[in-house]
Structures are given as C-alpha cells and as structure tokens.
C-alpha cells in the first residue's frame, strides 16, 4: 500500500518503509526498487512502479489531497488545528464564516464526539450539490470517533464517504459527498421547464 507518508507491504512478512528513510529509489520494467536505511525492497508493481514513484518523489500536500483549489469557498466548523484558514486563504480558497449563508464547495468539520455527527443533516444543507464535507477526527486507537461511525452518520443523512486522507499527525479526514443520484437535475441549454 502506498501511504501518504509510508510504503506498507503484508504478506508473508511485514514491511513498512517511512519514505524519510528512503535513499533512493527507481522504476524499471514495472519494478519499484526502494533502498532504505541500507535495506534494497523491490516491488513487482508493473504499470503502477512509475505512479508510485513520482508520488514517493514529489507528495502531494494537505490541500491538493483535500482537493482545495483557488477560488473555492469553504467554511471551517469545529476546533480544528491552529494555522489551517490562513494555510486555505495562501491557496486562494474564500474562507467563510461559519454561519455564512453562501454555498459552499468544501466545509471542514473537526470534532471530538459522536454525538457531534447529529450536526451532519445541518452541514449538509450548506453544501453545493457537488460539494463535500471532511469530517477531521482523532487518529488512532481509544480515538472517540470512528471512521465506522462516520460513516454510519453519513448514510443515515444521505452522504457516502469518498475518500479518506491523512489530514495531520493527529487527525485524519473523511470526505462526505451527496450521491450523484440524489443531486439536483441540471436543465439542459434551451430546455424550458
């Protein structure tokens, strides 16, 4: 598996190379060659050897993973990490008010507690219909919510999860969409209702 920050193999045996350990490495006839802390791994990887490299090589960041472009508006809800509306206003995103009315293309949602995925049915309303919610939580084990539970949530307001992404060393985040059957119908040009 490739991590945002780790290459995880299992198997017969177990192997986890952190990429800051990484020498150096090389894609070659669909091998991945990794030399690490003075240890040679190859992966038989074919058409992927090359992919995983060149995301080994240059990672992407927070907000290219979280898909945060210039121009996009978005709302942080919740006590989230210190530094992350300045690190989306440096990207070009609209950073709104947490009760603003506009309809926003991302909202980020950082809690602490289960019964804080009740506010979803709420989120949801303040959304475009292509846009999502990342609900930030507590990494780990003995971590008061679980993906499961967002997960769980998420249905339960007509939401499916997307995408999961290391948000920090601490956090990680979910991406909660509207189901493309359940969005709007857009009209088509010279359509009349």
Do not use: C
Not at 64 to 93: C, H, I, N, Q, Y
Not at 148 to 154: L, N, W
């Amino acid at each position: 598996m490739l991590e945002t920050a780790e290459i995880i193999f299992r198997g017969e045996f177990r192997l986890v190379i952190p990429f800051s350990s990484i020498d150096a490495i090389e894609a070659t006839n669909g091998d991945l060659l990794v030399r690490a802390n003075g240890e040679e791994s190859v992966f038989a990887l074919g058409a992927r050897a090359v992919k995983w490299r060149d995301a080994i090589l240059n990672p992407k960041s927070r907000l290219d993973k979280l898909g945060v472009k210039p121009g996009m508006t978005v709302a942080l809800v919740g006590r989230g990490e210190a530094g992350f509306a300045d690190e989306l206003s440096r990207r070009g995103a609209v950073v709104e008010d947490e009760d603003a009315d506009e309809p926003l293309d991302l909202l980020f949602y950082a809690i602490d507690d289960i019964a804080a995925l009740d506010r979803l049915e709420d989120l949801r309303g303040r959304i475009r219909p292509d846009g999502a919610i990342w609900v930030v939580t507590a990494k780990g084990k003995g971590a008061p919510v679980k993906d499961t539970d967002v997960i769980a949530a998420a249905k339960a307001q007509g939401l499916v999860d997307t995408k999961v992404v290391s948000f920090s060393d601490r956090h990680t985040g979910q991406k909660l969409v509207i189901p493309l059957a359940s969005r709007p119908k857009a009209k088509a040009p010279g359509v009349t209702a």
